[in-house]
């Protein structure tokens, strides 16, 4: 079954084509209207995905060496994220339905990060944990089985990348934070100031970055803007090394409790090279496997909805016109509608 895979919750607008065996093209456009204001804007991000869907459609088609007519079930997000740019996704996504007369599912854009370390590694199977991690999410899943997720863990307040994207503003690094605060941190010194971690209590596999967020701030206001870019790369060293220490240790802790046999990374957090570094270090101790996308399949991408939509929509399941955006939509709620 050729599927296509319609993925627009933020500000990246993307469609893909998925066979089942092979992902035959993958076509992402990033919008960089944002990087001045400092974060995403919800009201130009879906006037973006306006203005390049069509043209993105027809570049996934032609990379994948098929037409329209070809396709034979449609996935699109339908949450969570922006309520103007998943209609966007959604209304064009219907019409293609519509047009093509074929089925259409609603993905939930977290369960998309799930299968992206499916259609990377094949052989990956459940049961496993992942974590789920990236500018608006911070959880980790128990996967016992496709479709059946029990989630372990979320983030209380800031998501781990928001974090990464708040004090890389802080620090005047720009946007996204992430990809800054990972190169100004490859020069910095580990030892120049010790950073909350956020264990919380009970054994909690929650997660909270606000608290991190606010010491950074507070350093930065009492040693001043002078010693601040002195020690710029110390201070994105240090405050990176707390987040992924919170990180690892938590989803380690799952995969102990659990008893699952392997750990996934997914979101575009995972993209960062420390973070895939110390969990492997990690896991590998308790000879725990672990799986990561690469880089294109890590941030927000259509082969990843495509790839849910044919496990879906092979088995039967399909979605009505009606769908409609969720904005908050989380796991475990992941039933499609």
Same mark, same amino acid.
């Given at each position: 079954?050729?599927?296509?895979?319609?993925?627009?919750?933020?500000?990246?607008?993307?469609?893909?084509?998925?066979?089942?065996?092979?992902?035959?093209?993958? !076509? !992402?456009?990033?919008?960089?209207?944002?990087?001045?204001?400092?974060?995403?804007?919800?009201?130009?991000?879906?006037?973006?995905?306006?203005?390049?869907?069509?043209?993105?459609?027809?570049?996934?088609?032609?990379?994948?060496?098929?037409?329209?007519?070809?396709?034979?079930?449609?996935? /699109?997000?339908?949450?969570?994220?922006?309520? *103007?740019?998943?209609?966007?996704?959604?209304?064009?996504?219907?019409?293609?339905?519509?047009?093509?007369?074929?089925?259409?599912?609603?993905?939930?854009?977290?369960?998309?990060?799930?299968?992206?370390?499916?259609?990377?590694?094949?052989?990956?199977?459940?049961?496993? /944990?992942?974590?789920? !991690?990236? *500018? *608006?999410?911070?959880?980790?899943?128990? /996967?016992?089985?496709?479709?059946?997720?029990?989630?372990? *863990?979320?983030?209380?307040?800031? =998501?781990?990348?928001?974090? +990464?994207?708040?004090?890389?503003?802080?620090?005047?690094?720009?946007?996204?934070?992430?990809?800054?605060?990972?190169?100004?941190?490859?020069?910095?010194?580990?030892?120049?100031?010790?950073?909350?971690?956020?264990?919380?209590?009970?054994?909690?596999?929650?997660?909270? +970055?606000?608290?991190?967020?606010? =010491?950074?701030?507070?350093? !930065?206001?009492?040693?001043?803007?002078?010693?601040?870019?002195?020690?710029?790369?110390?201070?994105?060293?240090? +405050?990176?090394? =707390?987040?992924?220490? /919170?990180?690892?240790?938590?989803?380690?802790?799952?995969?102990?409790?659990?008893?699952?046999?392997?750990?996934?990374?997914?979101?575009?957090?995972?993209?960062?090279?420390?973070?895939?570094?110390?969990?492997?270090?990690?896991?590998?101790?308790?000879?725990?496997?672990?799986?990561?996308?690469?880089?294109?399949?890590?941030?927000?991408?259509? =082969?990843?909805?495509?790839?849910?939509?044919?496990?879906?929509?092979?088995?039967?399941?399909?979605?009505?016109?009606?769908?409609?955006?969720?904005?908050?939509?989380?796991?475990?709620?992941?039933?499609?509608?």
């Amino acid at each position: 079954m050729i599927v296509l895979g319609i993925e627009t919750s933020c500000d990246d607008t993307s469609v893909a084509v998925y066979d089942g065996e092979k992902i035959l093209s993958n !076509v !992402v456009s990033t919008q960089l209207v944002h990087k001045s204001f400092g974060g995403i804007v919800p009201e130009l991000a879906s006037r973006a995905h306006l203005t390049v869907i069509n043209s993105v459609l027809k570049s996934a088609l032609d990379q994948a060496g098929i037409t329209l007519t070809d396709i034979e079930g449609i996935g /699109v997000t339908y949450g969570p994220g922006l309520a *103007g740019s998943l209609l966007v996704g959604l209304s064009f996504a219907k019409g293609l339905a519509m047009s093509l007369n074929v089925p259409i599912i609603g993905i939930n854009h977290l369960e998309g990060h799930i299968w992206a370390n499916k259609l990377a590694s094949p052989e990956l199977e459940p049961p496993f /944990v992942i974590l789920l !991690v990236s *500018g *608006g999410h911070t959880q980790i899943v128990q /996967v016992n089985e496709w479709g059946q997720y029990l989630t372990m *863990g979320r983030t209380r307040d800031d =998501a781990a990348g928001e974090a +990464f994207d708040k004090v890389a503003k802080l620090l005047g690094l720009g946007y996204p934070g992430g990809p800054v605060i990972e190169k100004c941190a490859e020069k910095g010194d580990l030892s120049y100031i010790k950073f909350p971690r956020a264990y919380l209590k009970n054994g909690s596999l929650d997660f909270s +970055f606000s608290g991190i967020k606010t =010491a950074v701030l507070n350093h !930065v206001k009492k040693i001043g803007e002078k010693e601040t870019k002195e020690h710029l790369n110390d201070i994105a060293a240090c +405050f990176q090394e =707390a987040v992924i220490e /919170v990180l690892v240790n938590k989803t380690k802790e799952a995969a102990l409790r659990t008893g699952a046999p392997s750990v996934c990374i997914g979101g575009g957090v995972a993209v960062n090279k420390t973070l895939k570094q110390k969990m492997s270090e990690v896991l590998n101790e308790q000879r725990i496997g672990i799986f990561v996308p690469p880089p294109s399949m890590c941030t927000d991408n259509g =082969a990843m909805i495509a790839g849910a939509a044919h496990f879906y929509l092979t088995g039967g399941s399909s979605s009505s016109l009606s769908l409609s955006p969720e904005v908050s939509l989380n796991i475990p709620n992941l039933n499609q509608p």
